[in-house]
């Protein structure tokens, strides 16, 4: 057996095995010790190798989910070995001949698909990322979530790669080993830590990647699925050879690939998805994350489709104004909305109780989730029909319920039981009715039962023994149980001897059967038997039914998860008050009464105080081709950060298609939104709180287009003052002059505020006060022109600081100010040209050429002779003035 678990072992080293012995899953060598600790259960030992004991630990076979599920969410890899061999064909080759056994499957965090395993509001994606040598080193990712059958491809490059993996959020990517060590993109890598997995190079052959495809979908040529570019085909083929070695031998249902554009998705960088907190917060927790606030949905399906709309909104205006309209739709028709949600509460999670299905691993509850959910979407399709028209959006969800199998429903109906056992080799899961010979041997079974218990009563009477019993076994089978003291009247007589056969002497009980009990169990046991081999091929009938339709059985949980996110978006308005934004491709961002959608409702939790809106207008002035920069200044704690962000998080709730928290909102779409808020450090990299905040900034100036938005908070103050002054000072200018992108730059640096003089699409906002009897009072609103003062003495205060401390900090600022008021820096400022972009945009592109460096491109070094070249040096020092 040993030499078995070290072959199997050997050919699966990067993988805790999970070695199948009876009841249990056996775990030795280093592997039982890394799972013990990770495990928290006992490690033993069993027999010797080499001399040295072996470690050994296991798991129980009915509780394996529960420990798969804490092995892969510590980063583990599990092997499954399963015996592949009947017993009695083992015996054949000898007495001691050993049970083959090998891996059936490769549990992975990217190939889940048990229920225990799985978040049902989370999708599980398995990720591949390739490129290809040559032709501009072309990148590509394919992604797919084998639980649900979802497979989608996209281009990348270097630039945007980690905020492509970070938008799709994998449980695990692979890529090649070769791209694995890449120095150039090794920080990638190291960000995502474990879930980045290298493979070998083969895997990604863009050669074979084709072909891969096609026979994967039975299908000759990938023509019919749309064009794909080389890097594209290659990710996808890595992807499916993927699933293949981790599924052995069973093939997911996955559904075509399907090509996303780059453009087509709002780009938000990793440090914004990050800052904005939009699927959790920075500490991880889901609680405080806008998907939280906004997500109302009553399916897992739903839950899911939400999350990928938030993290991916869309800039095309007439895609996202047709899941506004069936938010306005619905809104309109409360009766409705409520019939589609508690319609909804019902339905289960349909396309991954498939893909169990598919991958053999289902059960009759999965085939029980289908029959339900085919019958909750034909419930909501006819309360549909009767509300027609339709959106554009809702009318082709229409169609997807409708084309779900009617026929497969009544079939599942009619033989599916109302309650269904989790397994199928518990049977009981078809109905009395659906199968003749079924209800036959039930009955057999059911009366067998009353027989036995009649001649329990009989043997009872007969020997006069009231305890007497009939028990049973898996080793005895039914036997006769009394207890010592009444033994004497079974064996006391040669009659009772010839009647009551003795079976086994316990200390307290003695066990005996008849002639009569024997005939009676085999009848039983035959009829059992016979019972769960009908169950167990119709269990197979309908498993082949159901996933022949696997296509209409996805289009149709897919409409229903629409349905459920445009019904879940149209309660949310409702319940907090939201409006329709205007979104179409101009260049307008204008709020009106714009609050946080995740501290409004905190508030409202926990405070009796209403969360104070704002306006918030970057739009172009009269016939300007491009949007305005706020300069926002003000107090800490004056709410400037919760104000650059909730506009952020405004324009990309209408960009995922909902409606938004404001009285009223226009936003020309935005191509890519930045957002620098926040300070934290990056030490195991090398990086201080000030150079991260530096490569965040460097990101914004080098990648925002006119189309963009970018949100910036206390840029330079991690620096010396005048250092810090400088950089946000030259900050600002490039937005406005080389990005020319619609912005909110908030400082303390209010000596930026003169440059609202000079750039004329910069304007001066701060955050209002009041004072009353030296204290400071907050008042969170946004009004125009700037602050004089932080009050930052006063916050320090509110935090607790020493009085004596305070007191000390307002002498120090006194003398400051005093010395400021001699020696203005603004005087300093005022002296600064503007920022040469305001001239030329491109400086390097456009500079003009000093006549040295004229005469330095007429010289050709190879035509002169040593006198030559140093009679130009001498000309070239006369015309610097320094003959």
Known sequence: MMEQYIEIKANNPDSLLFYRMGDFYELFFQDAEEASRALGITLTKRGQHMGVDIPMCGVPVHAADDYL???????????????????AEAKKRGSKSVVRRDVVRLVTPGTLTEEKLLSPSESNYLMALTRIRGAGGEMALAWIDISTGVFRLAETDAARLLADILRIDPRE?????????????RSVFDVL?????????????????????????????????????????????????????????????????????????????????????????????????????????????????????LMSPLTDPDAINRRLDSISYLLGRQALTDDIRMALKHVPDMPRALSRLALDRGGPRDLGAVRQGIEAARSIAMRLTADLPLTEELSAALEGLKALPEALEAMLGARLADELPLLKRDG??????????????????????????GLQLQYAEETGIKSLKIKHNNVLGYFIEVTAGNSGTMTGTDEAKGR???????????????????????????????????????F????????????????GARALSVLDVAAALAVLAEEQGYCRPHVDGSKEFAIVAGRHPVVEQALRR??????????CDLSPEGDGEFGAIWLLTGPNMGGKSTFLRQNALIAIM????????????????????????????????????????MVETAAILNQATDRSLVILDEIGRGTATFDGLSIAWAAVEHLHEVNRCRGLFATHFHELTVLSEKLGRLSNATMRVKEWDGDVIFLHEVGPGAADRSYGIQVARLAGLPAAVVSRAREVLTMLEDADRKNPAHQLIDDLPLFQVAVRRDETAKAKTSAVEEALKAINPDDMTPRDALDALYALKKRLGNP
């Open 69 to 87: 599920q804490k092995l892969i969410a510590r980063g583990f890899r599990v092997a499954v070995c399963e015996q592949v061999e009947d017993p």
């Open 173 to 185: 990517l692979i890529l090649p080993d070769t791209l694995f060590h890449d120095p150039e993109l």
């Open 193 to 309: 830590g474990k879930v980045a997995v290298p493979q070998p190079p083969v895997l990604f052959d863009s050669a074979t990647a084709e072909g891969r495809i096609a026979r994967y979908f039975g299908v000759r040529t990938l023509d019919g699925f749309g064009g794909f570019s080389r890097a594209e085909m290659a990710a996808a083929a890595a992807a499916i050879a993927y699933v293949e070695k981790t599924q052995i031998s069973e093939r997911p249902a996955l559904g075509i690939p399907e090509r996303e554009a780059a453009a087509s998705t709002l780009f938000i960088d990793p440090a914004t998805r990050a800052n904005l907190e939009l699927a959790k917060t920075l500490s991880g927790d889901r609680n405080g994350s806008l998907l939280k606030a906004i997500d109302r949905t009553v399916t897992g399906g739903g839950a899911r489709m939400i999350a990928e709309r």
């Open 428 to 453: 009981g899961f078809l109905r009395p009715g659906a199968n003749a010979e079924l209800d036959e041997v039930r009955a057999l079974r059911d009366e067998s039962r009353r027989v036995i218990a």
């Open 500 to 538: 009551f056969i003795h079976r086994q002497t316990m200390a307290s009980a003695m066990r005996f059967t008849t002639t009569e009990l024997s005939d009676l169990e085999s009848r039983i046991a035959n009829a059992a038997g016979r019972a769960l081999e009908i169950e167990l091929e119709a």
């Open 540 to 555: 197979e009938a309908m498993k082949a039914a159901v996933v022949s339709e696997a296509e209409a059985i996805k289009a």
């Open 606 to 615: 926990q405070s009796e105080h209403p969360f104070v809106a704002n306006n």
């Open 654 to 693: 209408a960009q995922m298609g909902s409606f938004v928290p404001a009285g009223s909102a226009s936003i020309g779409v935005v191509d890519r939104l930045f957002s620098r808020v926040g300070a934290s450090d990056d030490l195991a990299r090398g990086r201080s709180t000030f150079m991260v905040e």
